[in-house]
Structures are given as C-alpha cells and as structure tokens.
C-alpha cells in the first residue's frame, strides 16, 4: 500500500478515478466512493475542508487509509516549507524527528502506551499506521504476560447442586426439581475490556504488516476464552477502571480512537475505511499542562500555589457565561494557576492564525475569549500560548503584552515544538518555565496603541 505525506494546515489537489488510487504529478486520484467515505468521516470529526477538487487538512495528525492509498498527515513542529502538498514519505525532511516528539507527547498524555525502547526500535519508513499498531500491539502484549483483566460476571444456570442462591421463581417444575436453577458470580476473563481488545486486535489484523499481525495473534491467541463480538465507541465510553485494571485504559483508548473514525462492514466484520487521528489543539493543551504538571513548573515560578487543569475540574468550581434560568456555555480555560488571592489563566491555542484577523499578533477572538475568562475567574493576568512554528512569519515571533479595558494584563506568546523531546526535553521544560516567568512582571503596553 502507498503511503503519502501531507501537513496539517496544507491545501492539495485530487482527482476522481476508476481505476487505482494512487499519487501522481502531486495530485491524488481517488475513486469516488472513498470520497463518500471521507465526507462522512468529517461530518463527525471535522478533520479537513473538502472541496470539488481541494481538500485542505486542518489540526489534526495521524493516518487515513484512502483505498490503495495512506494518507499520513504531519503536525508542523519544524521550520521547513515545502513547495508541494503531498510527499512521498522519504521526501519529507525530518520525520524522524516529527514522528518521535509526536509519541512523545502522546506518552506524556497518556493518550498512548510507549517506552523509551519502543520509538528506538521503530522502522522509520512505516507510516503512522504501522507505527501506532506496533506499539499498541507490543505494550498490551507485554501487559497480556503477565496480568489478564477479568471480573465477576452473573451467571444464572441449572446444576446439579446449589451454587449461589437459589432462583426461586424457577425452580417450579417438579419434573426437573432435581436440577437446581442458580444465581452466582463466576469469576471470568469475558470483561468489557477484553472484548474491546480482541475485538479490535481482531479487526487490526486484516490491515497490517506481517510483523504487526503475528503481534496481534498472539493478543487474540491469550484471549481465546473471551467472546469475539462486534463493540463500539460508545460501548467503550461505558467502561470503568479502578485500581486493579487501570493500565489497560491507555490501549482501551487507543481502541475508541480506531472505532469512533473507522467505517466497518454491516456484519462488523472487517475495516472498510479507518483512520487514526488526534487532534491537535487538545494534544497541545494537555501536553502543556502536564509538562507544568509533572515538571512543578507552576511551584518553580509561584511558590506557594495550587494548579488547577481544565479536565480535573469539580461543578463546584466550574463558571458559565449564561447562569439563568439555567447554566449554559461554560468558561473552560485550560489551566488556572492560584498564588494567595492572585489567579493566573492560561489558555493554549494550537491554530495557524488568520494574518487578516490579527491584532498586534493575536486573534481578536482569543482576546475576547480571555477576556471573558479572567472577568469570570477574578483573574488580573492571563496567558495564550500559541505554537511557535506554525505562526512565524518570516521569522518573526510573536511576544505582545497587553493591558484590556478593564485593566487585566495579557501575555501572549509562543513556545516552539522544534526541539527533540526525547534529547532535549530540559530545553523545552526551560523556555516553558521562562515564558510562565511572564506572569510576574507588571509592565505591560496597552492593548490600543503600544506604549514606547
């Protein structure tokens, strides 16, 4: 199968075929009921712009798979421009690199199970696809060794002796007064979890590369006691994790991810249309986070202060723009920093930003947003974060502070992804601790006219 190359935010030609899909003088023939299928995908996920003979990616990267074509769509973490909008995946100057900060940050948000060893041992020249299988595949294999997910499961049977209870309302028929219907909890490996993963391992086997499927076999082959019945996302949304099964819930995941964006056959049999993809604007702000996070940045810089992040929110401390007659379209910023009386907000925006809609830099949405914001929460300083290489124009960043109407001070600025964050993650953890160092300082310059 072909793989081919494009960007997030990259504009490219195709065209309606009948004969092979494929890449060809830089446009991408398709047939057109992988078109239909593609449509349908970005009603739900929102993932690209589709014209007649255009389609522009937006923030998301991952892997489509287009028929006899991958479509393998990049996060612009480096400088580079290229000419053209789709690539062989060989021509795309530093892959690696984008391919191993993209895990990275997948790991540190736990949205996927990776090792250290395990981006070492990856095959550069796979695509995303193969990628993500193979490490799905190796950890839960790994896991499988030596620890299976399995719980109580009801069971209501007629045996030769009591077990349980007895079901009363059944046990009416003189006739067979000699088997006793029982009610009891058997202790099995048929759980919610295991019939996702085999499931879908079941499913990955019909895509993948050899080494990928004798991998997923061996999943199955440890699951054979589990039933092999078709799942969905929202049976997956169902499942619970406690203590004892929490490490599966990185590979349940990466399960719901596979399902909720692939089109499968009406018997549930097979992957007609899939695709992996994460959005980027919720990768970016949950990495940020947990790097403050995990990294004590926000105790670095402010001492004594609690942090608090949008996904670990309780009602309580929730705030909506709307409060009667009842509470609607919440104020959701991603992270609140509490020093004494002071509040800090920070707010990440993965976007490429629209040079016709900018203001001195920044969107005048954002402003507004975080005007919003700081006004809800008694918040005197805010930060937007955006990527520092998908908003530089001829090199030059974007740094403004501001001072709003009602005298809240607003920082913006951008933190590059360039760096290898496997070799250079105190360099990036470094720029992060400086540029939260902002928030300290009180000279600002108005936001309608710079101060000189």
């Not at 719901?256 to 249309?273: A, D, H, K, N, W």
Request: hydrophobic share 40%; proline share 3%.
């Amino acid at each position: 199968m072909e793989t081919v190359t494009t960007f997030e935010y990259t504009e490219f030609e195709y065209e309606i075929t009948d004969g092979k899909e494929r890449l060809k003088d830089e446009k991408l023939y398709l047939k057109k009921e992988t078109i239909e299928k593609l449509e349908r995908l970005n009603e739900s996920l929102k993932f690209a712009v589709i014209g007649r003979r255009k389609i522009k990616v937006l923030n998301y990267a991952g892997v489509i798979g287009l028929g006899d074509v991958r479509l393998e769509i990049l996060p612009k973490f480096l400088k580079r421009r290229y000419d053209k909008g789709l690539l062989k995946s060989d021509e795309v100057e530093g892959r690696e690199k984008i391919l191993s900060n993209l895990l990275e940050m997948l790991k540190r948000t736990r949205r996927l199970n990776v090792k250290e060893t395990d981006i070492a041992m990856l095959d550069k020249e796979d695509d995303f696809f193969e990628i993500f299988v193979y490490l799905f595949t190796k950890n839960l294999l790994n896991l499988l060794k030596c620890k299976v997910d399995a719980g109580y499961v009801r069971k209501n049977e007629e045996l030769n002796f009591v077990r349980g209870k007895i079901d009363v309302k059944r046990y009416i028929n003189p006739a067979r007064f000699h088997r006793v219907p029982c009610v009891f909890y058997e202790r099995s490996m048929d759980t919610p979890i295991n019939r996702t993963l085999k499931y879908v391992c079941y499913l990955l086997s019909k895509k993948v590369s050899p080494e990928n499927y004798r991998l997923l076999k061996q999943i199955i082959a440890i699951l054979d006691p589990v039933t092999l019945t078709p799942v969905s996302a929202d049976y997956i949304r169902k499942i619970t994790f406690n203590r004892l099964n929490k490490e599966f819930k990185p590979f349940i995941d990466f399960c719901e991810v596979v399902l909720r964006s692939s089109t499968l056959s009406l018997q549930g049999s097979q992957i007609e249309f899939f695709s992996i993809l994460f959005p980027m604007e919720k990768l970016f702000e949950e990495f940020i986070a947990e790097v403050i996070r995990t990294e004590d940045l926000h105790k670095k810089v402010f001492e004594d202060c609690v942090l608090q992040i949008q996904q670990e929110k309780k009602e309580k401390d929730r705030k909506y723009f709307v409060t009667k007659p009842k509470k609607m379209f919440e104020l959701i910023p991603d992270i609140v920093i509490k020093a004494g009386n002071e509040r800090f907000v920070i707010d990440t925006k993965y976007k490429l930003l629209d040079p016709e809609d900018r203001k001195l830099g920044v969107s005048q949405q954002d402003l507004y947003q975080i005007f919003a914001y700081c006004k809800a929460l008694k918040a005197e300083k805010a930060l937007l974060l955006y990527p520092k290489e998908l908003n530089e124009n001829d090199n030059k960043e974007i740094e403004e502070n501001f001072t709003l109407i009602d005298g809240t001070k607003v920082f913006v600025r951008t933190i590059s992804l360039s760096y290898d964050l496997k070799e250079k993650w105190n360099d990036f953890v470094n720029e992060l601790k400086a540029i939260l160092k902002c928030l300290k300082y009180k000279q600002t310059q108005v936001l309608v006219g710079k101060e000189t």
